[in-house]
């Protein structure tokens, strides 16, 4: 099964959001896997961080995601880890092979086929490679030698084909290396999937950008056990570091395409591993998600000297948050929902007080401010 969760039919029709979500965390052909091949073209390591990764991209859909025209339709996923099925939702799904990720394609192509106000999101996080285009492996790749990457999906191919989907918002998400292996370099056909066929008398007109986890020739990073740094970047960003106004003092937020981007860009920057988001596709600027909740936001605080032992954010209702901590250890980093703070510290030593402030204001994308003390 690739179909996690589906609007009510009963609900009055209308453009929805469809998601197709691919995490490859088993490689069965490769060293470590099910059916590990002693005759292979190249190798890829076993990887636990896309099927995690994967179910919270699922997780946030299904408790936080909106869209101001097009609410969430549908959610199709597939995933490999060892041992197998992948439990998403409740659900579990099937295998990330090149026959599942082909029936679970056609199924969501099928739902975001029936409306132009459609938005169609597709999702994939696993090992990818970059020759002539750029190939993302899936469960089976490596099954036949000779030709090493024909269970793997060639996403120029696929997103030039989806020219053909009526959806006129075409958003994908790449969380894959685009390294060149030296064994795969002189392959004449890689015999990709490409899913969908391109055809010259498709639609003009749709808004089809794709955000990608790395550079050309990069690798993208991932800890062991955890979710992707990509995928960590760009949940934060969805849930508020990326979101805007849709007026000026409005209590309405979006996420924009490039506003999302280049927050991602800017996390990924920070954590120092050195890897770089890309943009490419075909689209401008479109509206990828609308907030249900309040947005968070990254607070940092930073008071000379540090002696602090404790930050009190406290609302204007008397309400207030305590984070505590050792002193001494340099700025403070909290994310909170975006609001007007009454900032408070309580320090180590009884003789430093803090100087009166006034209101604090904290909304997208981040803010900082420095603590004057006296003593």
């Known amino acids: 099964m690739t179909l996690v969760w589906e609007s009510d039919p009963a609900q009055p029709g209308g453009p929805r959001t469809h998601v197709l979500l691919i995490g490859v965390g088993h490689y069965r052909h490769m060293p470590g896997g099910a059916e590990e091949r002693a005759e292979r073209d190249f190798t890829v390591d076993q990887v636990d961080s896309p099927p995690l990764s994967a179910q919270a991209m699922v997780d946030f859909l299904l408790t936080e995601y909106g869209h101001p025209t097009a609410p969430l339709g549908s959610v199709e996923v597939v995933a490999s880890e060892q041992p197998g099925p992948v439990v998403v939702a409740g659900v579990p799904v099937a295998a990330a092979t090149r026959s599942g990720v082909r029936t679970a394609y056609q199924a969501w192509r099928a739902r975001c086929d029936t409306d132009p106000g459609n938005v169609a999101i597709f999702y994939f996080c696993g090992h990818g490679v970059a020759l002539d285009n750029h190939y993302l492996l899936l469960e089976d790749v490596g099954a036949y030698p000779g030709a090493p990457l024909e269970n793997s999906i060639d996403l120029i191919r696929f997103h030039r084909g989806m020219t053909g989907c009526p959806a006129r918002v ?206």
């Open 170 to 375: 075409q958003v994908f998400l790449v969380d894959a290396c685009r390294d060149v292996p030296r064994l795969l370099v002189q392959i004449p056909d890689p015999q990709a999937e490409r899913l969908a066929d391109y055809r010259v008398n498709s639609p003009g007109g749709r808004d089809a950008p794709i955000l990608r986890a790395t550079a050309d020739k990069k690798e993208a990073v991932a800890p062991r056990g955890e979710i992707t740094r990509f995928t960590h970047a760009l949940l934060r960003g969805l849930r508020g570091i990326a979101a805007t106004r849709t007026a000026p003092g409005g209590a309405d937020w979006v996420v924009q395409f490039r506003d999302l981007a280049e927050k991602v860009r800017l996390q990924l920057q920070a954590d120092g591993h050195g890897q770089e988001c890309r943009i490419g596709g075909d689209g401008f600027d479109p509206t990828v998600a609308r907030l249900t909740r309040t947005p968070v936001v990254p607070l940092a605080v930073t008071v000379v000297p540090d002696t602090v032992a404790e930050l009190r954010l406290g609302l204007p209702s008397g309400e207030a948050t305590p984070y505590r901590r050792e002193p001494g250890l340099g700025r403070w980093s909290v994310d909170v929902p975006a609001g007007t703070y009454v900032l408070e510290a309580r320090f180590a030593r009884p003789d430093i007080v803090m100087e009166e402030q006034g209101p604090l204001e904290v909304a997208p994308p981040n803010r900082d401010v420095s603590v004057a003390v006296r003593w």
